[in-house]
Nanobody, 126 residues
Framework: QVILVESGGGSVQTGGSLRLSCAPSGRTFTPYAMAWFRQAPGKEREFVMA????????FSTSTVNGRFSISKHNVKTELYLQMNNLNPNDTAIYLC???????????????????WGQGTQVTVSP
């Protein structure tokens, strides 16, 4: 069973930065794509950014354009999310997702992913 483990969350003030990491625990897999989603209290889970593992194509939601960047380790199956210029609207649990299967649908949707982490909390204060 593949379990994804996120790390790097925390509390920062508006304008601050955080770098999240995600790696599989237990059995590993060869990704087709990996992504970050987030879920704020009382809100539905929303897509943040995704990356195709080969070709390096990236996808993002408009609210993080120019502030967040997604990247991966060149050798290991590790995914990163660099978050800059954070604001209180970014406060959420950030979840990592992965898929080994192309063809499950848009990589910007939850349905594309069969592996998930439990999330890491990001809190941004005014």
């Amino acid at each position: 069973q593949v379990i994804l483990v996120e790390s790097g969350g925390g509390s920062v003030q508006t304008g601050g930065s955080l770098r999240l990491s995600c790696a599989p625990s237990g059995r590993t897999f060869t990704p087709y794509a990996m992504a970050w989603f987030r879920q704020a209290p009382g809100k539905e889970r929303e897509f943040v950014m995704a990356m195709l593992w080969t070709g390096y194509n990236t996808f993002s939601t408009s609210t993080v354009n120019g502030r967040f960047s997604i990247s991966k380790h060149n050798v290991k199956t590790e995914l990163y999310l660099q978050m800059n210029n954070l604001n209180p609207n970014d406060t959420a649990i950030y979840l990592c997702a992965g898929t080994a299967q192309p063809g499950r649908g848009s990589v910007m949707t939850e349905a594309a992913y069969e592996f998930w982490g439990q999330g890491t909390q990001v809190t941004v204060s005014p």
